[in-house]
């Protein structure tokens, strides 16, 4: 089972250039959400998809765009990349109700 | 404001020497405390769910356990493989499912 898969796993971006990141889940969870990892700062929501269709922001949402492409997929786009944007990017999802999140491995980005 | 606060930020364990980490929360409706277990370049992954105040979880050397404002994991006779920066995090009521995290405890445990 391959659970969460994201791409890629790092990235080096300019400040001002823009990328796509890729989830994808083959568990059939209804919900999905990214999270950013900072030293000191825990994981922070930015936008989740409680279900196909609907997508919300979360905790630090500035500066990005999600698209949940169909059941499967839900991509966070950087339009113009900010040196403050350099994290580690989890995607998650969860079945519904109160029940764990499961996570992808991980895109370290850096933006010089 | 809802708070997850996980101490300590560090812990260095001998073999075998048992401790326990901290998870304490002000929240309002708590739907849900989760335990997650993060090594280095990975995703979290999933520990134990606790829901209620007085229940408890164990796996192998784990044990969790909750109360109305904070939750503990017990590791019993670490082993080295024991080492990762473990979570905690907390699903609140009319919070549209997303999970509040600590900031973790980094746990390294010595041969």
């Known amino acids: 089972n391959a659970g969460v898969t994201q791409t890629p796993k790092f990235q080096v971006l300019k400040t001002g250039q823009s990328m796509t990141l890729q989830c994808a889940q083959d568990m059939n969870h209804n919900s999905m959400y990214w999270y950013r990892q900072d030293p000191g700062m825990g994981l922070r929501l930015i936008y989740y998809s409680a279900s196909e269709g609907t997508t919300d922001k979360g905790e630090v949402p500035n500066g990005y765009n999600v698209s949940r492409l169909n059941k499967r997929e839900f991509s966070l786009r950087l339009e113009s990349a900010a040196p403050s944007q350099t994290s580690v990017y989890f995607c998650?999802?969860?079945?519904?109700?109160?029940?764990?999140?499961?996570f992808g491995q991980g895109t370290r980005l850096t933006v010089v | 404001e809802d708070q997850v606060t996980q101490s300590p930020e560090a812990l260095r364990l001998q073999e075998g020497e048992s401790s326990s980490l901290n998870c304490s929360y002000t929240v309002s409706g708590l739907r849900g405390l989760f335990w997650y277990r993060q090594d280095p370049g990975k995703g979290p992954e999933f520990l134990f769910t606790l829901y209620s105040a007085g229940e408890e979880k164990e796996k192998e050397r784990l044990k969790a356990t909750l109360t109305k404002k904070e939750s503990f994991l017990h590791i019993t006779a670490p082993k080295p493989e024991d080492s990762a920066t473990y979570l905690c995090a907390v699903r609140i009521a009319g919070s549209a499912r997303q999970l509040t995290f600590g900031s973790g405890t980094q746990l390294t445990v010595l041969p």
């Open positions: 998650a999802s969860t079945e519904g109700g109160v029940t764990e999140a499961f």
